[in-house]
């Protein structure tokens, strides 16, 4: 089964990611495939293009953040191995200028990542379940969480300072 689909920004490549814990890198306009990106550790492999289409972003289960180049799909040193080894990633979103990747997590935390360093910036807790999803602002000035805490949080970039809490009630 296919579980995810992403484009990059200018529409060339496209990622897919399937239960057999591997990533399809596409060529969009030959229609072929380009590369197989293994996740061992991902049950459902979650990706991310990098705004740029340079990176592709990978999580969704136990381990470590994964990047690929794009279009070659060469390995980069991954993210967070070391410290989030027991951890399940959920979510996963560069930001606008590519220079940061948000991900959130199963104990309700969010990671942001300097992606060329490759080192953690900030580490925060809002949420007090699991950490579904993140996404910044076309502007990169904020950066929205959700969680099944049924809420929405918004936080200020780059400080990483609450700004709300928004109720998301199920209807």
């Not at 999580?59 to 690929?68: T, Y």
């Not at 191995?81 to 979510?91: I, K, Q, V």
């Not at 925060?124 to 910044?136: D, I, L, P, Q, S």
Request: proline share 7%.
């Amino acid at each position: 089964n296919v579980v995810v689909v992403a484009f990059s920004a200018d529409g060339r490549l496209l990622a897919s990611s399937s239960q057999d814990q591997t990533i399809r890198l596409w060529d969009v306009a030959a229609r072929t495939s380009i590369a197989n990106l293994p996740v061992p550790s991902a049950l459902y492999p979650l990706v991310a293009f990098s705004p740029d289409g340079r990176l592709l972003a990978a999580c969704g289960g136990i381990g470590p953040i994964r990047l690929w180049e794009a279009p070659s799909g060469r390995p980069l040193a991954p993210l967070g191995e070391a410290s989030r080894a027991a951890t399940w990633y959920r979510s996963v979103a560069f930001s606008p200028d590519g220079a940061v990747l948000a991900a959130g997590c199963d104990d309700g935390t969010v990671e942001l990542w300097d992606v060329a360093a490759r080192t953690n910036i900030t580490t925060f807790k809002e949420h007090f379940r699991v950490g579904w999803g993140v996404a910044f602002s076309l502007d990169g000035r904020f950066l929205a969480t959700s969680s099944s805490d049924a809420t929405v949080q918004l936080w200020k970039m780059p400080s990483g300072e609450h700004i709300k809490e928004l109720p998301h009630p199920a209807g």
